[in-house]
């Protein structure tokens, strides 16, 4: 989402279990409760009174239900992601309908890859991080490539990062780990992007590792 924090986040589902939204959120047949749906968007906009509060979270709103109304069909085909022997195009892959090694998959459902953005890279990371899923293809994609996770490659001789789409970020990320650390410490002990994103938020960090902190996020 861009400018916000974790704890904004976790704020936000907490305000929705309260309210009882969650509930609503999270219900395997979305179409049979199309009342409680718009009666979400209703109580959200009647309690504005003198702050526009989660407006940001809220104006997803179709992303959610989109999520909801297909999430069996979008668990599924993240998981099949295990059974790809190949380099392969997670965003092609995201879009079932016109993938055509999908093609017969049993797999009917709108594109995801730009609804979830980076935030693919996140659910793919978490997946291997429970053990869930994993390949050596697929650990390719498991890099988050937050902004300043960008600008720390880029400022350690990743040059090439800020050419691509976020989507096809994380393979960059791997190839240039397994180059300057090899295979096996490339992935952090599973941790991924995780410890990056430490040292991209950290001062202290940064003048370890680079002798000075990042450039400032207008120069990159």
């Known amino acids: 989402m861009g400018r916000v924090r974790p704890e ?9 279990q309260r309210r009882g939204w969650w509930e609503v959120f999270t219900d395997p047949q979305p179409a049979q409760r199309c009342e409680e749906w718009m009666g979400v ?6 309690n504005q009174v003198d702050q526009q509060e989660y407006e940001q979270w809220m104006i997803r709103f179709l992303i ?30 995201l879009t079932p309908l016109a993938d055509c090694d999908q093609q017969g998959g049993g797999i009917s459902a709108p594109p995801l ?9 996140f ?18 994609h498991a890099y988050v ?5 960008r600008r720390l490659f880029y400022e350690m001789g ?4 800020e050419e691509v789409p976020r989507l096809k970020a994380s393979p960059i990320i791997f190839e240039f780990l397994t180059e300057n650390l090899g295979a096996e410490k490339s992935s952090f002990c599973g941790d991924f992007d995780i410890p990056l994103r430490i040292v991209s938020e950290s001062w202290e960090l940064q003048q370890e590792l680079l002798g ?9």
Not at 41 to 46: G, H, Q, R
Not at 113 to 121: E, H, K, S, V, Y
Not at 145 to 149: C, E, G, Q, S, T
């Open 123 to 140: 659910v793919i990371r978490e997946l291997i991080r429970s053990k869930i899923i994993d390949s050596p293809y697929l650990r390719k």
């Open 8 to 16: 904004q986040h976790r704020t936000f589902i907490e305000n929705c």
């Open 64 to 93: 959610i239900y989109k999520l909801c109304r297909h999430l069996d069909y979008y668990a599924e085909l993240l998981c099949e992601l295990k059974r790809y022997r190949r380099d392969f195009d997670l965003e092609l892959v």
């Open 212 to 220: 000075r902190a990042l450039t400032a996020e207008e120069e990159f």
């Open 145 to 149: 490539p937050y902004k300043r996770v």
């Open 158 to 161: 990743c040059k090439n990062i």
């Open 41 to 46: 968007l209703d109580e959200f906009i009647d």
């Open 113 to 121: 890859g730009r609804t979830l953005g980076m935030g693919a890279n």
